[in-house]
């Protein structure tokens, strides 16, 4: 297995391992990294291998977290990036620790977890992140109202020329989504619309949720699978 696909920043984290272990650690992390979009528990098995050998790595520990949540394994990913935080310090898993909670139908605990984001402060993207995931934690208890006016708030306040553009299209997309399950059709498609534009990769759906409110209807092929909306992203795998 060749590893030189693996960042640089990974592979000198590697090498505080013995030499034939670091390889093999790092063909599994190769292999998740190509896996974990086609087949996560494939991926996951993979990063899981390269734990067990390696549990002290942070960089190994972030693989078997975003591989299990990948794979809807949500309880082992909430607890690897626990032990993340532990190990690294920082507060950037808070987002998706949230979500993990909102997963396991836990909205009061995600809720939790964005109060302390508040208090510890997050990078702009991130602090997109968590409001999504708060946002959709009320929606869980019932708030629709509260969850609407949230995600109002930060739509109003969230420009793309400030923040990454794609976090501002998850924003906008989230704010419609919630617009529409409210039956606010005609907002909801002005900012799936809006979503859309700064979503040139279309990491979301926005333009077929457009296309759905128009009344088209588009046939696909199951086999292609779906597109990840995930709130953190993997940086084990040398991704961009």
């Keep these: 297995m060749d590893t030189r696909s693996l960042h ?35 991926a ?17 520990r972030e693989a078997a977290a975003e591989t299990a ?27 998706v620790m ?12 995600a809720l939790k977890l964005a109060r302390e984001a508040d208090r510890v402060g997050l990078d ?17 208890l019932g708030q629709d109202h509260e969850s609407r006016r949230i995600l109002e708030r930060a739509v109003s306040l969230a420009r793309p020329e400030d923040i990454s553009p794609l976090a ?11 617009l529409l399950d409210g039956g ?11 979503a859309a534009t700064l979503d040139g990769d279309h990491e979301t759906d926005a333009q077929q949720r457009i ?5 088209f209807l588009i046939d696909y092929d199951e086999d292609e699978g779906t597109t990840d909306q995930s709130s953190h992203q993997p940086g084990w795998d040398g991704q961009e």
């Design 8 to 42: 640089a920043a990974v592979r000198a984290e590697l090498r505080s391992l013995p030499k034939d272990l670091a390889e093999i650690v790092a063909a599994h992390l190769v292999v998740a990294g190509r896996f974990i979009d086609d087949d996560p528990e494939l």
């Design 44 to 60: 996951y098995a993979h990063a899981e291998a390269a734990r067990r050998r390696a549990a002290r790595l942070p960089i190994v």
């Design 69 to 95: 949540y990948a794979a809807g394994r949500y309880d082992v990913a909430l607890s690897e990036f626990r032990a993340l935080r532990r190990m690294t310090g920082s507060p950037d898993y808070l987002p």
């Design 98 to 109: 949230a979500d993990c909670e909102r997963a396991l139908g836990r909205p009061h605990n």
């Design 124 to 140: 702009p993207a991130l602090r997109i992140e968590m409001i999504i995931v708060e946002a959709g934690a009320r929606r869980d």
């Design 168 to 178: 501002v299209a998850r924003l906008r997309y989230a704010y419609a989504d919630a």
């Design 184 to 194: 606010k059709q005609s907002e909801a498609r002005q900012w799936f619309g809006s």
């Design 211 to 215: 296309d759905e409110l128009d009344g």
